[in-house]
């Protein structure tokens, strides 16, 4: 039973065996290696990642009050954003503006303004807008036309309340640059509110 040959034998078979065991573990190294990408024509697609939207649409309503009158007004716009921060917009607009038994008025007019956000949600409005008002006393005087021109300034709040849906609300003043004068009427300048919705497309 002492033959060395058997003995022999029986190392090789026990170290077979014991390298038969271990042989999954020998491949571990492997999957942690980095393989080769496969050939293009089976990679999938990956799409590209979205940026930033570029451009807003929505639309605004306004209320004014004041001892000379009031207004309300609505006002469609349109952007884009040139900075993460900064909006360039485009509005059109229309106000009614009134005094019971005095005056009434219609007024058209387009702008254009910056909105940069200075802190979160936080937005600062400066623009020039365009107004041509047609006036009429109510003493049954003839309906007249004017042109105003105003720097507007403000700011507000604005929250995103969709993934790129957003509510605004904005106090503005207008800055008169020119300003006719209407048979002893004057535009008034008190603040005016402007609340909206906007989208990013």
Not at 62 to 84: D, E, H, L, R, T
Not at 86 to 94: D, K, M, R, S
Not at 158 to 170: D, E, N, S
């Amino acid at each position: 039973m002492n033959n060395p040959k058997f003995k022999i034998q029986n190392s090789k078979f026990k170290i077979l065996f014991f390298s038969f065991l271990l042989s999954p573990f020998s491949f571990v190294p492997c999957f942690a290696q980095n393989t080769p990408p496969p050939p293009q024509s089976l990679q999938k697609e990956i799409p590209a990642k979205k940026g930033r939207p570029k451009i807003v649409v929505g639309g605004g309503f306004g209320v004014q009050f004041g001892n000379f009158g009031s207004a309300v007004s609505i006002s469609p716009q349109a952007g884009v954003y040139i900075k993460p921060w900064l909006l360039v917009i485009a509005n059109g607009q229309y106000t009614y503006m009134w005094q019971r038994n005095f005056y009434d008025s219609h007024i058209w007019g387009l702008g254009v303004a910056l909105q940069p956000c200075i802190i979160k949600r936080i937005v600062v409005h400066a623009g020039y807008e365009f107004e041509q008002n047609h006036f009429r006393w109510l003493d049954g005087s003839p309906s007249q036309a004017y042109n105003f021109h105003f720097a507007v300034v403000g700011g507000g709040y604005k929250q995103y309340i969709a993934p790129r849906v957003f509510f605004q609300a904005l106090v503005l003043f207008n800055i008169p640059i020119t300003q006719p004068t209407i048979n002893n009427y004057t535009h008034n300048y008190y603040p005016f509110f402007r609340i909206g919705v906007g989208v990013d497309l």
